[in-house]
């Protein structure tokens, strides 16, 4: 699996996304390439104009809010 959280880089809901994707992933036992992406241009080009969002596998699955843990954890299924 190949995650990405995409943000604007001094924002702090994009470090508390990151941090809350790390527990799901160590909560469920999944491996995941995991990557912070605060390249506006890349962020663009997913198509999102409000982070922080979280793509999963090339797929925008959410953005706009910080998503809690079981929230992350579905988005995985």
Same mark, same amino acid.
């Given at each position: #699996?190949?995650? +990405?959280? $995409? /943000?604007? /880089?001094?924002?702090?809901?994009?470090?508390?996304? #990151?941090?809350?994707?790390?527990?799901? $992933? @160590?909560?469920?036992?999944?491996? @995941?390439?995991?990557?912070?992406?605060?390249? $506006?241009?890349?962020? #663009? !080009?997913?198509?999102? #104009?409000?982070?922080? @969002?979280?793509?999963? !596998? /090339?797929?925008? +699955?959410?953005?706009?809010?910080? $998503? !809690?843990?079981?929230?992350?954890?579905?988005?995985?299924?």
């Amino acid at each position: #699996m190949d995650i +990405k959280v $995409l /943000g604007s /880089g001094c924002c702090s809901n994009c470090e508390t996304q #990151m941090e809350i994707v790390k527990k799901a $992933l @160590a909560s469920t036992g999944k491996f @995941a390439k995991l990557e912070k992406v605060v390249d $506006l241009v890349e962020v #663009m !080009n997913y198509g999102v #104009m409000s982070t922080p @969002a979280i793509v999963i !596998n /090339g797929e925008v +699955k959410a953005r706009g809010k910080v $998503l !809690n843990e079981q929230e992350v954890i579905a988005l995985f299924e």
